[in-house]
């Protein structure tokens, strides 16, 4: 076997002694560029600034390496450019899996409007005045993994793609899955959103 690649092991993503390339772009305790070749995977012919954020959240029109392309510039030298042009203000938040975000103007999602956005170690979700998921995630057709009083999750995967590679090489993989969850740092919000993930995985020899 070949060396193994990770990121850097943040809270919420890196997987040491695995052999396992996770672009989790944005998380909160890890808002950082992570290797050219996780720069590589980010989409760096996409203007981000072409992006629209509601469709982003919502899993409409873009792929893995859109979001990559905006988590990039979010993270980058151009960081307080970006904040700009979408609107973002940060805020404070006790959960240091997500970054926090009060929007300039509203964002309708989902048939619901909202101020408020997170992004978690894979991608945006808006953040709801809801506090029962259970309407929503029905909307989305999204069924739960994790359905508590204290705690609900559940996704519903929009696409999948696998580019196996070349022996001795590397395996490709993106998943974007819709999301709908409730977070114990938000009481009384519904969190619903988009996952954006890519996977390079080391081929046997």
Known sequence: MGDAYSLPSCVGWGFPMR?????????AACLA?????????????IDPATLDLAKLIECRTYDVPSYNALAFWLVGDEAAQARAHFGLTEEK????????????????????????????SSGPMAVLDE??????????EILPAIDLPAKFLGEREISATT???????????????????????????????????????????
């Open 93 to 120: 938040t006790d959960n240091f899996m997500l970054k926090a975000y009060a929007l300039k103007a509203p964002i309708t999602v989902f048939g619901r409007q909202t101020r408020h956005i997170v992004f978690s």
């Open 19 to 27: 052999r396992l390339l996770s672009v989790a772009l944005i998380g």
């Open 33 to 45: 560029p992570v290797s050219a070749l996780a720069q590589a995977a980010a989409g760096d012919e």
């Open 131 to 140: 506090a029962d998921p259970h309407p929503l995630a029905r909307q989305l």
């Open 163 to 205: 580019d196996k590679g070349q022996a001795g090489g590397f395996t490709y993989k993106t998943r974007v899955t819709l999301n709908v969850s409730t977070v114990t740092s938000h009481p009384g919000k519904t969190l619903a959103g988009c996952s954006y993930t890519f996977e390079m995985i080391e081929n046997g020899q």
